[in-house]
T-cell receptor
């Protein structure tokens, strides 16, 4: 079983749609969770952190379920500019070199 | 701040040639990383460093070498280029906080080995 697993997609949605991505992780001791965004032929960039209480940043909402070991990302009112690959990232509290990047979920938003 | 910079942006190598991919960061981060990303695939960790003078292997270190003589620089060396090393190479740096670790990536080096 991979340490971090994501549905590779692609997800094809129309503008204005709501889309959700899930990610599962295998290490129950994982402490920190993030979503990164990677545009085509560009470097990954931090989108948002994920907290147990859930957190929201504009149209984006991230949730963490420790009991089931999964995190989610919800995008509301999708824009064309949201088209990208979304990477699920898991890291233990103390080990920077153990940060694990998921393979990513590809999103296409169409007009 | 320039953040993480990488040079060159693109390079074509012949089989058996050698080259060094340069990476520098001006954020005074202790942690630095080299990843490769093949088309349509996720990131694979090649080497990492937790500080000047300290390096260690990641998931796919064969065919590569690194050094870390300063906090700012973390070059990646390819000694005998092979077609399997055709990929996009990303350098990243990070620092640790109570909230975890955020990695900052350079723009990448696209390498083609023919």
């Amino acid at each position: 079983r991979k340490e971090v697993e994501q549905d590779p997609g692609p997800f094809n949605v129309p503008e204005g749609a709501t889309v959700a991505f899930n990610c599962t992780y295998s290490n129950s001791a994982s402490q920190s969770f993030f979503w990164y965004r990677q545009d085509c032929r560009k470097e990954p960039k931090l989108l948002m952190s994920v907290y147990s209480s859930g957190n929201e940043d504009g149209r984006f909402t991230a949730q963490l379920n420790r009991a089931s070991q999964y995190i989610s990302l919800l995008i509301r009112d999708s824009k064309l500019s949201d088209s990208a690959t979304y990477l699920c990232v898991v890291t233990p509290y103390t080990g920077g070199f153990k940060t694990i990047f998921g393979a990513g979920t590809r999103l296409f938003v169409k007009a | 701040n320039a953040g993480v910079t990488q040079t060159p942006k693109f390079r074509i190598l012949k089989i058996g040639q050698s080259m060094t991919l340069q990476c520098a960061q001006d954020m005074n981060h202790n942690y630095m990383y080299w990843y490769r990303q093949d088309p349509g695939m996720g990131l694979k960790l090649i080497y990492y460093s937790v500080g000047a003078g300290i390096t260690d292997k990641g998931e796919v270190p064969n065919g590569y070498n690194v050094s870390r003589s300063t906090t700012e620089d973390f070059p990646l060396r390819l000694e005998l280029a092979a077609p399997s090393q055709t990929s996009v190479y990303f350098c990243a740096s990070s620092y640790l906080t109570s909230g975890g670790e955020t990695q900052y990536f350079g723009p990448g080096t696209r390498l083609l080995v023919l």
